[in-house]
């Protein structure tokens, strides 16, 4: 599925850093953007982009009226920022809209921003977790800690049911904490202390590998989509200069490592995310500031 056959895709949550950055790649790559976003500012809706609420399906299914496919990033992004009830019940009902409203409208595909949370995240001492494993893979998969994290696994559950009710392809993108190159200079600041980013096993992804990752879900052949796949998406590396072996044997000491790990390799498993969308991370920290 190449541009010139899906030549129009509905971003949703357009104006947040992801959404950037994926309307940028996609313009790049010749597609036409139709791009939504309940916070758009006055300059986005003048050049096109359409104020919406997503919690209501009136408005989830306008937004995909003439469209080809959908990536739906918008979502509250995080745990903490509201109480954990509305964060759940204004996820579950933009995440079943969207959905529903994209086998309303025959969409050929849905790519949507799940997280890295659904994984465990946070590993803390607060919630007594610690991964069982490392890297952290798919199997690890489904242990939610909040709230947010219950809300992206349910709605995991309604995207499989809709994908296999509408026959539709649906990707569940399990993103890692996401970053622009501006955020990179606050990552020495973590160095010294090696529980301090332990949380998510010191992981992040640039955002321009986030916009990679839509791309490519957007034309990963559908044979390969079976079951509503959720992708963990993550940088290649981690965000510490110490290699990731050690660091890991100290924070996490009886933890397993299921096989050889290089020097500063991410613990977050990438392997089926490359296997099934050509995912390939091209963007770390350590191209935009020094490592020690």
């Known amino acids: 599925m190449a541009a010139s056959t899906m030549q129009r895709i509905c971003v949703t949550g ?12 996609l313009l790049e790559h010749g597609y036409d953007v139709a791009a939504t976003d309940i916070s758009s500012s006055r300059e986005d809706v003048e050049n096109g982009a359409v104020r919406a609420d ?25 745990p903490g920022i509201y109480t954990p009830a509305v964060t759940f019940n204004t996820n579950m009902a ?5 959905f529903h409203a994209a086998a309303s409208c025959g969409l050929s595909r849905v790519v949507w921003a799940s997280s890295e949370t659904t994984l465990g995240l946070p590993f803390t001492v607060a919630n007594g977790l610690s991964p069982r ?21 349910a709605s995991e559950t309604i995207a499989g049911h809709i994908a296999q009710w509408s026959g539709i392809p649906f990707v569940a993108l399990r993103f890692s904490n996401i970053m622009d190159p501006d955020d990179y200079r606050a990552f020495p600041s973590v160095w010294a202390d090696p ?23 957007l034309t990963a052949p559908s044979e390969a989509l079976a079951g509503s796949p959720g992708l963990i998406i993550a940088a290649a590396d981690t965000v510490m200069n110490r290699p990731s072996a050690a660091l890991f044997g100290e924070v996490f000491p009886g933890v397993p490592l299921t096989r050889d790990i290089g020097e500063f390799e991410t613990l977050l498993a990438i392997d089926l995310a490359r296997e099934v969308i050509g995912y390939e991370p091209r963007h770390s920290w350590r191209d935009h500031i020094p490592r020690s």
């Open 195 to 217: 529980h301090a980013r332990k949380w998510n096993l010191w992981g992040y992804v640039d955002g321009r590998d986030v916009a990679s990752a839509c791309r490519l879900s």
């Open 54 to 78: 997503l919690t209501d399906y009136g408005q989830a299914l306008q937004v995909l009226k003439d469209v080809d496919a959908v990536i739906h990033l918008a979502n509250i992004p995080a």
């Open 94 to 98: 933009m995440n079943f809209n969207i």
């Open 14 to 25: 357009a104006s947040g850093k992801a959404g950037r950055a994926v309307v940028r790649d």
């Open 133 to 153: 494993y490392a890297p952290v893979d798919e199997d690890h998969y489904p242990v939610p800690t909040t709230t947010y994290a219950l809300s992206k696994v």
